[in-house]
């Protein structure tokens, strides 16, 4: 099953060029922290390291960006904004309204390194598969931790919110997915126990105060209506542990969909995927690596 948001001609159009230093600061304030590596494979692949590590560097003079060292890694940095870069960023068109999350330390940077830089490799093999195929999915289409409301003041969390346009020949698809990325530092119980939340946030219809209700808002509306025009797709990429492992833990997300009664019924209105992060490296995520969680066979997650 595909979900199509909107079918229109299509116009290859290229966004506006930017200035590189522009397109650095943008991309870690919207992804938080990235290697050198990971920002040269994101905005400029085709040129040479250099090409990015420079400017990276003339930023950290004007004390915009920092970095921290990443153990056993030769002395790779992963890089993230100083107080002053998140105040800049916080006027970028692309990212009014978006909360910044400035880091205050390296010490608090490494904290949060091992997560956030594995989010951010998942968004790679979607941005190089993109380009691959000609779709449109660039360093803003991906958006690391999205919170939702859920009924009794809770909420929940996405690892990243994916924004992906198909391109056909004569039409574009737009898509969207929730992105849940599992590291194996949870249990697989407390990991399958997150399609429990993303079916709570599917069905939540929030109540109105008291008993009137205006004319307007006569049908009950769910929740995730206010930002999706229909409800994402929700993929699991596992990481951090064997292949017998990852599979048990997938086997765990089906058991989750076929025994939960709320779950059962979100999976048969919304595509629900996992996949293992080196398959999505190594053959891209487009390609047959996708366990349907309602069952049958691998499949690319644009046609779960």
């Known amino acids: 099953m595909t979900t199509t948001f909107e079918t229109v001609s299509s116009g290859r159009t290229p966004s506006p060029v930017e200035p590189l230093p522009h397109q650095l600061l943008a991309a870690l304030a919207q992804h938080r922290m990235a290697t050198t590596n990971q920002l040269h494979a994101l905005l400029r692949p085709d040129a040479a390291r250099q090409t990015v590590s420079g400017p990276l560097n003339k930023l950290r003079q004007q004390d915009l960006v920092d970095y921290t060292v990443l153990p056993a890694s030769n002395r790779s940095r992963a890089w993230y904004l100083t107080g002053e870069g998140a105040r800049l960023t916080r006027d970028f068109p692309a990212l009014r309204g978006r909360p910044p999350y400035p880091i205050t330390s390296s010490t608090a940077a490494s904290l949060k390194t091992p997560h956030t830089l594995t989010v951010v490799r998942t968004h790679l093999t979607f941005v190089a598969d993109a380009r691959r195929r000609g779709d449109e999915h660039g360093h803003l289409d991906w958006t690391p931790e999205v919170s939702h409301p859920l009924s009794d003041g809770e909420k929940i969390i996405a690892d990243a919110v994916m924004h992906y346009t198909l391109i056909g020949d004569e039409e574009r698809t737009k898509l969207r997915a929730f992105v849940e990325i599992d590291r194996t530092t949870m249990s697989s119980e407390r990991l399958a126990s997150k399609l429990i939340e993303y079916a ?69 209105q919304v595509p629900l995927g996992a996949a293992v992060l080196d398959d999505l490296e190594h053959r891209g995520p487009t390609s047959g690596v996708w366990v349907p969680l309602a069952g049958g066979e691998r499949r690319p997650w644009t046609e779960l």
């Open 200 to 268: 709570r946030l599917w069905s939540y219809e929030p109540q109105p105060v008291g008993r009137q209700r205006s004319r307007l808002s006569a049908v009950p509306a769910a929740v995730w209506l206010r930002w999706y025009p229909v409800f994402p797709r929700l993929l699991f990429v596992l990481t951090g542990a064997s292949r017998y492992v990852l599979d048990n833990r997938i086997a765990d997300l089906q058991a989750m969909v076929a025994q939960h009664p709320l779950v059962n019924t979100l999976a048969r």
